[in-house]
């Protein structure tokens, strides 16, 4: 493994959960943001859509304002807990999640979570794969019938998430290079430039442009272990997550030699 990384830093929402968000009901939404707004009905959904576009156009102090903007839609048009809770549990990992961080912690490695996202799904995370820290932006708190009640939110996306891994970094007595970094999103572009190492999975092509490494696999076929080999932990287990479907499709295709090949430059050790 690789020694000089002691800590490493995740993104959420597209890294290590699936980017799209399906509710129990199986709506789609490239959110959890948007899909609670979706499901509240048109109107919540074209207001939570305006502020989306205010974000853009530089109209908000700042992500805490955006984020409670968005929030008093979900009051105004009654989102409940359950649905909310429904949501939080549904959102699936991409395939390889829990291996990889098993591995990284059977390696050494402490981890942290940075989210601009629900506290409830980073908490979900958190125990799910024994994470070290986790920060996520919005925490919502309930009334005993269900009702939204009331919120916490932190400036932890953008900029912001920035602060987070400062705050850790010194916390363990560490320097940036000893640190690294796995995103997806053009807002994690100031964490990619600040650690020794970082890793664009599947990601937005600004971010690829300023990571030291890239996974670009096809919609359908993520796999998260790919994180491992380029931190340098049990590289070749990659190779037996190859499927005999894969395999027996490329047999009709081409021979054996030319097989190994592509199952090398899949695993991008060529």
Not at 77 to 90: A, C, E, I, N, T
């Amino acid at each position: 493994m690789t020694k000089t990384i002691k800590l490493i830093f995740f993104d959420m929402e597209g890294t290590l959960f699936k980017k799209v968000v399906k509710s129990p009901e199986g709506n789609v939404a490239p959110s959890a943001w948007m899909l609670l707004a979706q499901h509240l009905g048109e109107e919540a959904l074209k207001e939570e859509e305006e502020t989306r576009e205010k974000w853009t156009a530089g109209l908000y102090k700042g992500y805490v304002e955006w984020m409670e903007e968005t929030i008093m839609i979900y009051k105004k048009y009654g989102l409940k807990m359950d649905f909310f809770d429904r949501v939080m549990s549904s959102i699936e990992y991409h395939p390889g999640v829990h291996e990889t961080f098993e591995e990284l912690k059977k390696q050494g490695y402490k981890t942290a979570l940075i989210s601009g996202g629900f506290k409830a799904q980073a908490d979900r995370a958190r125990c799910d794969l024994r994470i070290d820290h986790v920060f996520a932006a919005c925490e919502l708190f309930w009334t005993d019938e269900g009702n939204l009640l009331h919120w916490n939110l932190l400036p932890c996306d953008y900029e912001g998430k920035l602060d987070f891994m400062k705050l850790i970094i010194k916390e363990h007595g560490l320097k940036p290079e000893e640190c690294a970094f796995v995103g997806d999103g053009k807002n994690d572009i100031p964490l990619a430039k600040a650690v020794g190492l970082s890793i664009a999975f599947n990601a937005d092509p600004e971010l690829q442009k300023v990571c030291t490494h890239a996974i670009n696999q096809p919609d359908g076929k993520e796999d998260f272990r790919g994180v491992l080999r380029i931190i340098g932990c049990n590289s070749l287990q990659g190779l037996s997550s190859l499927r005999y479907s894969d395999i027996d499709k490329m047999e009709k295709e081409k021979g054996s030699a030319q097989i190994f090949v592509d199952t090398l430059k899949r695993f991008r050790y060529i």
